[in-house]
């Protein structure tokens, strides 16, 4: 029985990897479908790290980044988040609205409604295939969108969580588009009680 999440290991890790990599191929198909276009995403790696290193992997805890936020309860409770730099962001957007602009210090109205949709068909299709494979009720709540510092959009979390989490579920991905490539990172934060029942769910816990 798990104690904590320094107990994981490599059994723990390549399992939790494959449910990254079909959270990711059942985004990859939602987002494909909104962007009229082929879209393949991959998972080089998934890592489970203090919520103070998560802002230096994704680049430094002062690069401006924009997060969306959904909660998760249910069966698993916590908080998912779909980071991703603003050069990363114009790719997405420009796909989904159809522009070509390379402008990142601004979107407007419309390009920040469809980031979040974005992110929310993201999140949502991922926590659908954690629901599937681990049958157990997920549901999450709106997204919430925000731009800013990553140390600051993670500290969300980490205030939530830190008391009930060790650290955070951050899985690598890569976006490869018909014109541009783009990089993001999924946040799984399950509170340790959750954690617990999705390895069990899976046998390894």
Do not use: W
């Not at 419309?110 to 299709?125: K, M, Q, R, T, V």
């Not at 709106?142 to 939530?160: F, G, H, N, W």
């Amino acid at each position: 029985m798990l104690r904590n999440m320094n107990q994981l290991n490599d059994l723990h890790f390549d399992v939790l990897k494959e449910i990254g990599n079909i959270g990711v191929g059942n985004a990859a198909g939602a987002l494909a479908t909104m962007l009229s276009s082929q879209v393949r995403m991959t998972v080089p790696e998934v890592r489970l790290v203090a919520f103070n290193e998560a802002g230096a992997i994704m680049g430094g805890e002062e690069e401006v980044v924009f997060g969306i936020l959904v909660n998760i309860s249910g069966d698993i409770n916590g908080m998912m988040m779909f980071l991703l730099a603003p050069e990363s962001a114009r790719v997405l957007v420009n796909g989904l609205v159809g522009g070509d602009s390379e402008e990142i210090e601004e979107f407007s109205e419309l390009e920040l409604s469809a980031l979040e949709e974005i992110g929310n068909i993201l999140c949502s299709s991922y926590l659908g295939s954690v629901s599937s494979f681990l049958n157990k009720t997920v549901s999450p709540t709106p997204p919430m969108l925000t731009r800013d510092m990553a140390a600051a959009i993670l500290s969300v979390p980490a205030i939530a969580f830190s008391k009930m989490a060790d650290g955070v579920l951050l899985i690598d991905t890569l976006f490869e588009t018909e014109e541009k490539n783009a990089t993001g990172f999924f946040l799984l934060v399950p509170d340790f009680e959750s954690f617990g029942i999705i390895l069990s769910s899976l046998g390894v816990g």
